[in-house]
């Protein structure tokens, strides 16, 4: 497994000099894969990360699901019907697609392709199956994997968030051992188990990804 360097405290300039490049040279964007089984912190992960690196961008997926309390239409999410869903599928607008515990999920391709026109460093949060799709079709993408310090911390969690029906709970840890399993797929494994060692592990690998 790869093991990534300690974070500079300077990752934000380094980061932004990375994106800006020379002022004669075109900027080129970058895709960074962030998967591991629902409820490991992934989502906690990122909100810490964009707090102190705005500059990163979160790509915002369209999904089937229905909302948790809290989640807003066009920011955490587009929540769009299976037959919006579908014509999305039909068209060729997603870059990515899986079905996840019974809801489907996609990205839209047309904001990735803007943001990597633009010289961002977009974040893709998403499933096995998708990282998959994705690594076929931008292996130069850096595709790191977050995993549990255990399946019954990993549970707990998800029961501590407490916005998942008992069905849905159940669904996402049938899932979890598959996508644990896939984990050296990915270039980096990040265990997430003190949240703050984890983020310094995440900026790390980005670090690395920036200077290579
Ligand atoms: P995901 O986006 O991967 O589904 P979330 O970010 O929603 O997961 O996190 C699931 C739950 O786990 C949340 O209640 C979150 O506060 C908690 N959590 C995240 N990281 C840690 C950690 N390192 N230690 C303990 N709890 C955590
Ligand atoms: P949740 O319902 O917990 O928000 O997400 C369930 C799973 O779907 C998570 O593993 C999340 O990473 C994944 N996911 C979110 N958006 C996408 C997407 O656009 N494509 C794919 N393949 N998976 C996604």
Not at 159 to 178: F, L, T, Y
Not at 198 to 203: D, F, G, S
Request: proline share 7%.
């Amino acid at each position: 497994m790869a093991v990534s360097t300690p974070p500079s405290p300077n990752l934000h300039q380094h980061l932004r000099d990375s994106l800006d490049g020379l002022p004669t040279a075109p900027r080129i964007g970058r895709l960074i894969v962030f998967t591991g089984p629902s409820g490991v912190g992934k989502g906690t992960l990122l909100r810490a990360l964009r707090d102190r690196y705005p500059s990163l961008r979160l790509s915002i997926s369209a999904t089937t699901r229905q909302p948790r309390p809290g989640e807003v239409d066009g920011k955490d999410y587009y929540f769009v019907s299976c037959e919006q869903f579908q014509t999305m599928v039909k068209n060729g607008e997603l870059l990515e697609w899986a079905e996840f515990a019974g809801n489907f999920y996609g990205t839209p391709k047309a904001a990735v392709q803007r943001h990597l026109e633009e010289g961002e460093w977009l974040i893709l949060e998403i499933e096995l199956e998708g990282a998959r799709q994705v690594r076929d079709t931008f292996p130069q993408a850096l595709q790191l994997f977050v995993l549990p310090p255990s399946l019954d911390e990993l549970e707990q969690r998800i029961r501590q968030r407490g916005k998942d029906s008992e069905e849905a709970i159940v669904r996402r840890m049938a899932r979890a051992q598959v996508e644990i399993d896939a984990a050296p797929e990915f270039d980096v494994q990040i265990v997430n188990d003190d949240l703050e060692i984890a983020l310094q592990q995440l900026e790390g690998a980005i670090f690395d990804a920036v200077d290579a």
